[in-house]
């Protein structure tokens, strides 16, 4: 599997679109689903990575499994859900909606499959909780 790298756009550059405008041309998402992957990307690179910028997709997804359950605990796969949020193969959806919309960048080689069955939502975010 290849490593998906994905940085940030570069700060002062022109957003084309806000994350509403994107998620409603889409359909696929709620606006709450880009908004976390995209805050994800800080997070995991501040608290999973160490290292500046670049994450590759597996990484990226481990990041948003750790903000979702830092953010709703319990609640996290609802919250999920509830933006149409299923699979990881979600997240690598939205990730390359962002790169297309400008929001994120990605090295040629990335590919989107890098994000298909990193993990199952429910093995992470209801299992876990279950006693």
């Known amino acids: 599997m290849m490593d998906v790298i994905l940085s940030p756009s570069e700060p002062g550059e022109m957003m084309k679109k806000s994350l509403e405008e994107i998620a409603r041309e889409d359909g696929r998402y709620g606006p709450g689903a880009l908004k976390f992957v995209y805050e994800g ?50 997240f690598g959806e939205i990730v390359f909606t962002l790169i297309k919309h400008e929001w994120m960048s990605a090295q040629p080689t990335d590919s989107i499959d890098d994000f298909n069955n990193v993990y199952d939502f429910k093995t992470v975010f209801k299992d876990q909780f279950e006693f």
Do not use: I
């Open 41 to 90: 990307l800080g997070y995991t690179v501040k608290n999973v990575t160490g290292e500046p910028r670049h994450v590759t997709g597996q990484t990226l997804c481990e990041g948003l499994r750790k903000l979702a359950l830092d953010k709703y605990g319990r609640l996290a796969m609802l919250a999920l859900n509830s933006w149409g949020l299923k699979t990881t193969g979600d």
